[in-house]
């Protein structure tokens, strides 16, 4: 009996190690199914999930399904629309920095009125009706236009130079004994605001419901367009505010460009468009709009001046050379070969010139960069801005001769007759920051060609696209 006793309490003790597996079965307190398996209150589908598309900005997320009013101003955009993105994050996609252009034009022709020039400043003249045509022609509409002239006459920072005595720095210029505009110193023709135009697809208004008031300065956007406009209705019937009466668009530019020749022979074109959106001139008031595209088109048979150093236009200043243009190439342009101006022989080839750089020690131009970055300041992005240059042509080489007293001379890179054009070296670095590839053949135009259309056109082309993309 006791043998059996213990034969039972020793199977006893085998079988109790298996009597505890109750513990871990699939249906005790910690198996796959309790409290904290994938069913439970922690887990994919719990109330503290980020579930995307119950329209509960769940924490993890950005939005859901719909914004809070964010825009993409409170991001750092310029513009756009804000989206909420099917992953219930910010989508950008529809953000930019680009502003947002209306459909408005500013044009500035900066024109050379040196002596050599009244044959180009006549060709400009002549060809304006195609810069107006290609507009309507590509966008329908001719969009509100500020069109401003200046001349390439700036400060010498003394006044003992004959020619240079009497420079206008950038501010805008009317013209002499022109009948219009009439008032300002640069057309303004616009749509009325705030009024309703109906028009056909083929572009004539059939209907509107514009006044007076719709002219007025307090109509538009504040510190667009100056007082004193009137309503006109333009050859489609369309109403238009204008600066100007009893003449076209182009017979009144016509006037405004003739700027004359007796400005000074050292062309700073450059810091010209530099004052005329920095000094404050009066004249400029209302010209530069925030929201309108930026159009500049140079004219110049000579290369850019803008000396940061005056010391540039002392006559007495034996070190840098003959008093004249060349001192301007020399030193505002550097080549791959150093500069040599007692040079054997006939004429001086030289290759791969530049402006020089900022930090070009010898430089006493200023640097393109300077253009470039303020440009950029004033509109925002690069583009929104145009430029082109009616100048002479380079490809990045030239050559010097002698004049008739044995100083260094730069020769034309074309020619018109008698006349013609230096090599545009410091204006075709400034397109260039500018301007695409495939638009640089309208966009740095020869100005002994006798038809300035394609660079007008060129550049109308480019401004219409821009601001229908809008």
Known sequence: MKKHRLLLTGLFLLLLPLL??????????????????????????????????????????????QLAGETCEDFGFVQGTLACGDDCNYDFTGCSNIPLLQYSLDILFVVDDSLSMSEEQLKLRDNFNRFVGILKDEMGVIPSLHVGIITTSVSLGRDDITTCQAPTDGKLMRGVACANPMSGNFIADVEPKG??????????????????????????????????????????????????????????????????????????????????????????????????????????????CSAQNQGLFDPASEALGNFGSFRCTQWGIACDQPWDTGFV??????????????????????????????????????????????????????????????????????????????????????????????????????????????ALEGIARNAALAMMEK
């Open 20 to 65: 505890g597996c109750d513990d871990t079965q699939s249906n005790n307190t910690n198996n796959i199914n309790n409290t904290n398996n994938v069913n439970n209150v922690n887990n994919l589908n719990n109330t503290n999930n980020v579930t995307c598309g119950n329209q509960v900005v769940d924490p993890g997320e950005d939005c859901d399904t």
């Open 195 to 304: 009024c309703e135009i109906e028009r056909s697809p083929e572009g004539q208004c059939t209907s509107h419901t514009c006044t007076q008031q719709h002219c007025a300065a307090d109509a538009f956007e504040v510190g667009s367009e100056p007082d004193g406009l009137a309503l006109f209705l333009d050859d489609d019937g369309c109403p238009r505010c204008r600066n100007y009466e009893n003449e076209g668009l182009t017979e009144v530019f016509s006037c405004m460009a003739d700027v004359g020749v007796e400005g000074c022979g050292f062309e700073q074109p450059l810091e010209a468009l530099h004052l005329s959106y920095t000094a404050g001139h009066q004249e400029n008031e209302y010209f530069f709009r925030d929201s309108a595209y930026l159009a500049v088109v140079f004219v110049s048979d000579e290369d850019d």
């Open 345 to 454: 022989g006939e004429t001086m080839d030289m290759t791969g010139c530049v402006a020089r750089p900022e930090s070009d020690s010898e430089r006493l131009l200023y640097p393109i960069s300077r253009y470039v970055d303020s440009l950029i300041a004033l509109k925002g992005h690069p583009a929104v801005i145009s430029l082109a240059a009616i100048v002479g042509p380079t490809d990045g080489d030239m050559t010097i001769d002698r004049d008739t007293f044995g100083n260094p001379h730069l020769m034309y890179s074309c020619t018109d007759g008698d006349s013609g054009a230096v090599p545009g070296i410091r204006f075709h670095d400034l397109v260039t920051a500018f301007t695409l590839p495939a638009d640089r053949e309208w966009a740095f135009y020869p100005v002994c060609e006798s038809d300035y259309s394609p």
